[in-house]
T-cell receptor, first 115, second 114 residues
């Protein structure tokens, strides 16, 4: 049963600390997305990769956030330094990019709490 | 820009009654539309999508959605609601400039009461 795997599932950290979230996309998928979900803002797209290349990270605060794909089986989202307003659930999703009609598959998310 | 709107934050339905979760869209060109469901403490799960053809699309868990071009709507429906259908539902549309990158509506919380 193919699925997107995210680690850790939960993370509590102190303000100012570095946070790294990891995602293993579904094998064979060539697009990866990072979304952030909060009560106030809903689902926001942070970053989008196709074939490991970043195509859109306009939704990501550049001064503290960074997203990378070191290889096809791993995507990372880092926050340094973290702030309380970063508290949210971060979702990774993967899919195939051969058209506009392909669905994305979501991981279970990383719930981040910055105190 | 492609966008979808979900006018209701919450929908309350009694178990066994039909349910409708509303979505309207604004797109250029042919619309591709999606519905996702999010159960508590879980990621989003794909329910169904409209690409072209039949205006009534059938999906997972007995859900269906009706595409209406004149009303620019894509409402999610189910003939008989279950308590287990209680969840957060999102309508979505792809960003035409970025392949399958999805823009989501604000979400509608469906509460089905016994």
């Amino acid at each position: 049963d193919a699925r997107v795997t995210q680690t850790p599932r939960h993370k509590v950290t102190e303000m100012g600390q570095e946070v790294t979230m990891r995602c293993q996309p579904i094998l064979g998928h060539n697009t990866v997305f990072w979304y952030r979900q909060t009560m106030m803002q809903g689902l926001e797209l942070l970053a989008y990769f196709r074939n490991r290349a970043p195509l859109d990270d306009s939704g990501m605060p550049k001064d503290r956030f960074s997203a990378e794909m070191p290889d096809a089986t791993l995507a990372t989202l880092k926050i340094q330094p973290s702030e309380p307003r970063d508290s949210a659930v971060y979702f990774c999703a993967s899919g195939l990019s051969y058209g506009l009609n392909t669905e994305a598959f979501f991981g279970q998310g990383t719930r981040l709490t910055v105190v | 820009a492609q966008s979808v709107a979900q006018p209701e934050d919450q929908v309350n339905v009694a178990e066994g009654n039909p349910l409708t979760v509303k979505c309207t869209y604004s797109v250029s060109g042919n619309p591709y539309l999606f519905w996702y469901v999010q159960y508590p403490n879980r990621g989003l799960q794909f329910l169904l999508k409209y690409i072209t053809g039949d205006n009534l699309v059938k999906g997972s868990y007995g859900f269906e959605a009706e595409f209406n071009k004149s009303q620019t709507s894509f409402h999610l429906k189910k003939p008989s609601a279950l308590v287990s259908d209680s969840a957060l539902y999102f309508c979505a549309v792809p960003n035409n400039n970025a392949g399958n990158m999805l823009t989501f509506g604000g979400g509608t919380r469906l509460m089905v009461k016994p």
